[in-house]
């Protein structure tokens, strides 16, 4: 069983920084591009960040200057770095995969628990 583990989220003051890690463990045979994405109570869920396999990363402009995305494909993880929060910031943070199981098999989005980040004025 695959499975996206995220950690890093929390409370934070206006202008701090966090950083979220998300790490995909089980029988994994191949991860394409990952990413974050963030959800607020009442809206839809909107990407913030993703990066490719070979490290071309595209980041959403709301956050264009202040978050970076990252990875290590030894560990399976993916980083967001987040600089100079604001409160419009508050969200949940989801992590997101496409892995696949076996070789020769076909990549399925995987999502991860979600972290809440709270970022106060």
């Known amino acids: 069983q695959v499975q996206l583990v995220e950690s890093g989220g929390g409370l934070v003051q206006a202008g701090g920084s966090l950083r979220l890690s998300c790490a995909a463990s089980g029988s994994i045979r191949g991860i394409n591009t990952m990413g974050w994405y963030r959800q607020v109570p009442g809206k839809q869920r909107e990407l913030v960040a993703t990066i490719t396999g070979n490290g071309i990363a595209n980041v959403a402009d709301s956050v264009k200057g202040r978050f970076t995305i990252s990875r290590d494909n030894a560990k399976n993880t993916v980083y967001l770095q987040m600089n100079s929060l604001k409160p419009e910031d508050t969200a949940v943070y989801y992590c997101?995969?496409?892995?696949?199981?076996?070789?020769?098999?076909?990549?399925?989005?995987?999502w991860g628990q979600g972290t809440q980040v709270t970022v106060s004025s």
């Open positions: 997101n995969a496409d892995m696949r199981t076996s070789y020769g098999g076909s990549y399925w989005p995987k």
